[in-house]
C-alpha cells in the first residue's frame, strides 16, 4: 500500500466501488479493514447473529493501549440504488466528474469513512513516535435496515471486554452549506403506530345495519393530526405526526368496510417518549371508541428510537475548535437535532458522542455526489480533530 491508497478521494472510491446495499458487504469491511491493519490496527471482526434479523458483519479496530480513548464510528452499508437507468452514472462506478464523485454512498457515508482513515494516516506517519492514546474505529454493516446486528452489538462487546471511549465522532453527513458549519449533539425519537378499527360489514344502502370502519379511522386521524403536540424548544424542533399509509383496499363501492387500518410514524423530541406517545394515542382511541361498542381500535407498535440530547461539553468544543482552525474563518456550528436517527442512539450510553460529516445534499437519492473539495476539507478537519485530541495528553 503507498500513500495514494490513502488519499481520501481514491479511498472514498474504493469504498463506493463494493455494492454494499445493506446486509451485502461486498468487501466493503475489508477495504476498511486492509486500510487500517498497514497502519497498525488490531482489527476484529464481529459477524453477529440474531432470530429476528439478517446476519451482520462488523469491524472494531483499534491502536495504542493507554491514555485517551478517541473513535469514530461509521457505516459501510448504503440504500439501494433503486432504477440504475436513472443514473447518470452507475451507482457503484465512482465516477469523477468535473469537481463531483458520484456513486450510492458516496455522501452516506463513505466519504466520511475514508476521511477518517486518511486523516488517520497523516496523523501516525506525523506522530507515529509521540502518539500517546488509543484511537478506534466502530464500523458497522447495518446502519440503513434493521441495525440489530450493528452497533449496539459491537458497543456491548466492548463493554464486555472492559474497552471504555472517551469520546466518540459518528461520521454521519451533517454539515450543511460548508464543511462543519453543523454538528448534531442528539438525534429524535421515532415510533410507528399501526393502527387497526374493525368495524360492521354491510351494504351502502342500509348504513343503519353497519359500522363503518372508514369513519371511524378518519376521525381518529383527523383528532391526532389536529393540534400540535409541542412547539418544540431549543434543542428540538417540534414533534411531527405524520400519517404514512391509510388501508381500507375495498373493491366496491357499495360495500362499508368492516376492517379500516393506518400507519402513523411520529418524529418526536425529548419532551416525549415512545411510552407517553402510546399512552397519548391510547387516550385518542379512548376518546372515540369506548362508548360504541360495534366498532373497536387496535393498535401495535414499533418504537425504534427515544429522543436524546448529548449537553455540549469537550468534544463539541473540540470539533468547534478544530473546525475554526482549518476553515480560517469563524465558522461557529449549529448543534442541531434534526434528521432521522442514527446509530449515535446506540452510542450516546458509553461516552460523549457528536457527529461531524460531508454536507447533507443528496444522500438516498438517484446521483448522490460529494464534491471533491469537500472531501478535502472534511479530511482535514478531521485531522485537526484527532491533533488537537491527543495533544492534550
Ligand atoms: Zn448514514
Given amino acids: 500500500m503507498n500513500n495514494l491508497d490513502f488519499d481520501p478521494v481514491v479511498l472514498t472510491q474504493a469504498l463506493v466501488r463494493c455494492a454494499s446495499i445493506t446486509p451485502r458487504d461486498e468487501g466493503?469491511?475489508?477495504?476498511?479493514?486492509?486500510?487500517?491493519?498497514?497502519?497498525?490496527?488490531?482489527?476484529t471482526r464481529l459477524p453477529f447473529s440474531d432470530q429476528n434479523s439478517y446476519d451482520v458483519d462488523n469491524l472494531f479496530a483499534t491502536i495504542?493501549?493507554?491514555?485517551?480513548?478517541?473513535?469514530f464510528a461509521g457505516h459501510t452499508d448504503v440504500v439501494p440504488p433503486g432504477n440504475e437507468d436513472?443514473?447518470?452514472?452507475?451507482?457503484?462506478?465512482?465516477?469523477?466528474e468535473g469537481d463531483k464523485l458520484y456513486g450510492r454512498g458516496s455522501e452516506d457515508m463513505k466519504s466520511n469513512i475514508a476521511c477518517f482513515i486518511s486523516a488517520t494516516h497523516k496523523f501516525l506517519s506525523k506522530?507515529?513516535?509521540?502518539?500517546?492514546?488509543?484511537?478506534?474505529?466502530?464500523?458497522?454493516?447495518?446502519?440503513?435496515?434493521?441495525?440489530?446486528?450493528?452497533?449496539?452489538?459491537?458497543?456491548?462487546w466492548t463493554k464486555k471486554n472492559?474497552?471504555?471511549?472517551?469520546?466518540?465522532?459518528?461520521?454521519?453527513?451533517?454539515s450543511n452549506n460548508n464543511i462543519g458549519d453543523k454538528i448534531k449533539i442528539g438525534r429524535r425519537g421515532s415510533v410507528s403506530f399501526f393502527l387497526v378499527v374493525k368495524g360492521v360489514q354491510g351494504h351502502t344502502a342500509n348504513a343503519h345495519r353497519a359500522e363503518n370502519a372508514a369513519h371511524y379511522l378518519t376521525k381518529l386521524l383527523n383528532n391526532i393530526i389536529s393540534k400540535p403536540l409541542d412547539k418544540g424548544n431549543n434543542n428540538f424542533l417540534p414533534t411531527s405526526v405524520q400519517i404514512a399509509t391509510i388501508d381500507i383496499g375495498n373493491p366496491a363501492m357499495n360495500v362499508i368496510p368492516e376492517i379500516a387500518k393506518a400507519t402513523v410514524n411520529i418524529r418526536f423530541n425529548d419532551i416525549h417518549t415512545s411510552q407517553?406517545?402510546?399512552?397519548?394515542m391510547q387516550n385518542h382511541i379512548n376518546d372515540i371508541f369506548n362508548k360504541n361498542n360495534k366498532a373497536s381500535c387496535t393498535f401495535t407498535f414499533d418504537a425504534n428510537a427515544e429522543s436524546f440530547i448529548n449537553k455540549?461539553?469537550?468534544?463539541?468544543?473540540?470539533?468547534?475548535?478544530?473546525?475554526?482552525?482549518?476553515t480560517g474563518q469563524n465558522i461557529t456550528p449549529e448543534f442541531a437535532t434534526d434528521g432521522g436517527t442514527s446509530d449515535a442512539r446506540f452510542i450516546k450510553d458509553y461516552c460523549e458522542v457528536a457527529e461531524l460529516g460531508i454536507r447533507n445534499q443528496t444522500l438516498h437519492k438517484v446521483d448522490e455526489f460529494v464534491y471533491?473539495?469537500?472531501?478535502?476539507?472534511?479530511?482535514?478537519?478531521?485531522?485537526?480533530?484527532?491533533?488537537n485530541f491527543f495533544s492534550k495528553n
Wanted: aromatic share 8%.
Fill in 276 to 280: 407517553s406517545l402510546t399512552e397519548w
Fill in 372 to 387: 471533491l473539495k469537500d472531501i478535502e476539507e472534511l479530511h482535514n478537519i478531521y485531522f485537526k480533530i484527532i491533533e
Fill in 86 to 96: 436513472s443514473w447518470k452514472y452507475p451507482p457503484f462506478s465512482a465516477t469523477i
Fill in 162 to 174: 472492559n474497552i471504555i471511549f472517551d469520546q466518540c465522532i459518528v461520521g454521519e453527513p451533517t
Fill in 28 to 43: 466493503a469491511l475489508d477495504v476498511v479493514q486492509n486500510h487500517l491493519s498497514h497502519l497498525g490496527f488490531k482489527c
Fill in 64 to 71: 495504542g493501549s493507554h491514555g485517551k480513548h478517541l473513535a
Fill in 127 to 156: 506522530n507515529n513516535t509521540k502518539f500517546n492514546g488509543k484511537l478506534s474505529f466502530i464500523i458497522t454493516g447495518d446502519e440503513e435496515k434493521l441495525a440489530i446486528n450493528g452497533t449496539p452489538k459491537i458497543m456491548e
Fill in 312 to 326: 455540549q461539553g469537550e468534544l463539541t468544543n473540540l470539533m468547534t475548535k478544530s473546525i475554526a482552525e482549518v
